[in-house]
């Protein structure tokens, strides 16, 4: 069989695609594609619109080297500090530093703008310029507590020694290089003259401003269970990050030894006022002894005696352990009724429930009788000279100044008053078992004098004020070489030191990601248009958008410089139209010719191409072929084959003709071809008349007839010859034909008594969806002539093959 199946040169010749060689898939034998196959679709799609998918990786590669102009490297700066402090019990001073602020109380300070204020003045970081190279000339700028934030412009004239001070397009201040720029905007300036015609630009921004800003860029972590404070601050200038961060650490040093000398001063001001309180009552206790002793040694005795009875003079062991109750009980009954006193005052006064240290202090009996009333009064005490300290650095919403006012309220309103209740009730019971045993005593013991037993009383009142006041000074003391010596509980371990090399070198994964966000974005407008696109392209679109089976497909044929086709791709096609006709013969009606008609939904499909190749294939397969050019407008099949036009189709079905003259025998071998005939305005009338009575006097004469119908787009003509043939064949050509289009005229054909075979695919290629339907190219043989072998011995494979026995590593 000859490779040429449409004679070189050829009108016909033209309709043959020259594209990339094609293999093509087998139709009728071979599983349709799997449908949804989304993956190798988008892979056809990206390779069809790669100069766009291109295109847009390049847009997006020069958008990411554009940004990383405008992105800066960052650079950071890393120092650890040492929070120290003695945490063990019964160590404590009068200041205990594990107390003063806790671990989260210290991230808390060093991002205070009390901290961070000091840092934002102190380097300057509240203004800046558009062009590092101009801040030699803010070398000591600084601002007053008023002054006008914004962008500005110092512009100087073409001497260079006056300048314009400019804010949005106004002038603000005027005058000559050498004074003070800007001092009624509130700048602290005297800058060195730029140069002559110079516009230098900054910003100035508040302090409050640019901390915020500058807390945004600085990270303080304590990991868990250490001592060690880990700080990390961020900036573009590696050497300004390390200024920054070890001046961030002064100050941080410098606020935290204020804030506990302060603490420390208070809690020694708090210590001072209890311990005048607690002298003066010792001093009040000793006065009342003194007098009672002189008042009671002058007075007469009762037997006569120089000194008085019942006094300490005067007394025996028998009658001081007597006393002793009776000093005991009057204590006893003087401080419940203070205490009852106390209890009531608390409840009745401006705040209901409150107990304060200062009512405690009067009260040195019953404190020193309670540990749980003395442990309240001295937490109470510190808890409130913490919160002075700490209300002199924050703010009353502070989170420690809160926790501080909520603990002092609790142990005025609760705990202390809890334990004076429990305390009013042990006197109670301590009075009560004191006065039970004083009067089983005897009678003769109530006649002692009460002096006694008022001299112990005042005894006892000077002993335990003596004791309070002893404590109370040593703790002031101790309060007070404190504060001259108080130092932060915070120790600098490693100062930050500039680094050299960015941390974060963001340029090439900005660049990076603008490759890959460019070919997302290029992938994404593929897949788009792939949607958005009318013309088939893939399997599927034939199986399930318009429903119809797939019985062959056609590749392109490839030709070269020189116009030459390729024998290997031609091959390919030839075994195309061999599957295709195998196709055909199992479709058709069985005991019966091969009638079929070749459409397409729109011109340019290729469907004479596929109807007059199709035919030969018949033809050189030795059945009788007959091929009909049915396309009575446009029809071109005389040509391909050089036969007359005329006598044709239109001139039998008009009488001007039988179809023995219409007939051309023999334009190849078992091909016969009837032409489209005279060109003629009623020609598409005519399919409708005799058309029916002419198929019928050729079906008993051939084999296969093959009708090239008109396209579905053109009119009638097709559907008339598609209803006498009875079966057709829809020619869909890969990147040409409209979908919408062959599904309109599918819809039409629906309703019409036409059995469609299916869609032959025409001019498609082998890549994405096509690939899998390629013929071995291996097996291309030509025509050759065999070669005579010269005898050979019989090897042992042979002796083997004879034998039966064949060897498993033989390729067959």
């Not at 006041?469 to 040593?474: D, G, V």
Request: proline share 6%.
């Amino acid at each position: 069989m000859s490779t040429e199946l449409i004679p070189a040169g050829s009108p016909a010749g033209m309709m043959q695609q020259p594209q990339t060689p094609m293999m093509l898939a087998p139709g009728s034998h071979a599983p349709p594609p799997q449908s949804g196959n989304q993956v190798a679709r988008l892979f056809a799609a990206v390779k069809r619109y790669r100069w766009a998918v291109l295109a847009a990786t390049v847009a997006g590669t020069i958008g990411g080297v554009v940004a990383t102009r405008f992105i800066k490297p960052q650079y950071e700066a890393y120092a650890t500090v040492f929070l120290s402090g003695d945490t063990k019990k019964g160590n404590e001073g009068p200041i205990r530093s594990q107390e003063m602020i806790q671990q989260q109380g210290w991230i808390e300070l060093l991002n205070s703008f009390e901290v961070t204020d000091q840092v934002v003045r102190r380097i300057g970081l509240f203004v800046g310029t558009d062009s590092p190279k101009d801040s030699v000339y803010f070398r000591g700028f600084q601002i007053k507590e008023k002054m006008l934030p914004g962008d500005y412009t110092l512009k100087t004239d073409k001497t260079g020694k006056a300048y314009v001070l400019a804010r949005a397009g106004v002038d603000l201040d005027k005058g000559q290089f050498g004074d003070s720029v800007g001092a009624k905007l509130g700048f602290i300036w005297k800058p060195k003259s730029p140069g002559p015609d110079k516009n230098i630009k900054f910003n100035v921004k508040t302090p409050r401003d640019a901390s915020v800003e500058l807390r945004k860029q600085f990270t303080a972590v304590i990991p868990q269970f250490t001592p060690f404070l880990r700080l990390k601050l961020i900036d573009e200038n590696g050497e300004r990050a390390a200024t920054t961060l070890n001046r961030w650490l002064e100050e941080f040093t410098n606020v935290s030894s204020r804030i506990k000398k302060r603490n420390i001063v208070e809690f020694a001001g708090v210590l001072e006022d209890q311990l005048k309180t607690a002298q003066k009552r010792l001093n009040d206790a000793e006065t009342s002894l003194e007098n009672f002793r002189v008042k009671t040694i002058t007075e007469p005795s009762e037997v006569g005696t120089a000194i008085s009875a019942g006094t300490q003079d005067t007394k025996d062991p028998t009658f001081r352990a007597f006393f002793d109750q009776k000093v005991q009980y009057e204590n006893i009954r003087r401080d419940r009724e203070a205490l009852e006193k106390l209890i009531a005052d608390s409840r009745s006064g401006p705040n209901p429930g409150v107990i304060t240290a200062e009512a405690l202090i009067g009260l040195p009996g019953v404190v020193q009788g309670s540990p749980a009333l003395g442990e309240a009064l001295k937490d109470v005490t510190e808890k409130q000279a913490k919160l002075r300290a700490f209300q002199q650095v924050y703010t009353d919403d502070y989170k420690a100044v809160t926790e501080l006012k909520s603990a002092v309220r609790t142990l005025q309103t609760q705990t202390i008053p809890q334990a004076a209740l429990a305390m009013l009730d042990q006197l109670r019971r301590q009075e009560e078992a004191v006065g039970q045993r004083i009067n089983s005593a005897g009678a003769e013991m109530r006649k002692i004098p009460q002096r006694t037993i008022e001299e112990g009383r005042l005894r006892r009142e000077v002993e335990v004020a003596g004791i309070l006041y002893t404590q109370l000074l040593a703790k002031y003391n101790e309060a007070r070489m404190s504060t001259a010596n108080a130092e932060a509980d915070v120790t600098v371990l490693d100062t930050a030191i500039a680094p050299l090399d960015p941390t974060r070198n963001t340029t090439p994964g900005i660049i990076f990601g603008g490759i890959l966000a460019g070919l997302a974005l290029g992938i994404a407008v593929a897949f788009v248009l792939d949607r958005l696109d009318r013309r088939f392209r893939y399997p599927e679109q034939a199986t399930d958008e318009l429903g119809l089976e797939i019985v062959g497909f056609v590749p392109s044929l490839k030709v070269n410089r020189r116009g030459e086709r390729d024998p290997v791709a031609t091959a390919q096609v030839v075994e195309a139209f061999r599957t295709l006709r195998l196709s055909l013969q199992h479709l058709s009606v069985p005991n019966g010719p091969v009638v079929v008609t070749i459409t397409s939904p729109m011109s340019g499909d290729g469907k004479s191409l596929i109807a007059s190749n199709l035919a030969v294939s018949f033809a050189e397969s030795g059945m009788r072929t007959l091929l009909i050019d049915g396309d009575v407008r446009r029809g071109a099949l005389h040509s391909a084959f050089s036969v007359p036009q005329v006598p044709g189709v239109v001139d039998v079905l008009a009488g001007r003709a039988t179809l023995l003259d219409a007939l051309r025998p023999e334009v190849q071998p078992n091909l016969a071809l009837i032409p489209c005939g005279t060109r003629t305005a009623r020609a598409p009338e005519l399919l409708n008349s005799p058309l029916d009575q002419m198929f019928r006097a050729l079906r008993s004469q051939y084999d296969v007839i093959v009708v090239d119908s008109p396209p579905l787009g053109a009119g009638a003509d097709s559907l008339a010859l598609a209803i006498v043939a009875g079966a057709t064949c829809i020619v869909l050509r890969a990147g040409e034909t409209d979908r919408k289009m062959a599904d309109a005229k599918l819809r039409v054909m629906d309703k019409l008594p036409v059995r469609v075979l299916g869609a032959i695919l025409n001019d498609v290629t082998p890549d994405g969806e096509y690939a899998y339907y390629s013929y071995l190219s291996e097996y291309y043989q030509e025509d050759r002539e065999p070669e005579a072998e010269p005898p050979r011995e019989m090897t042992e494979e042979m002796r083997l093959s004879r034998s039966g026995i064949v060897r498993q590593d033989i390729e067959d």
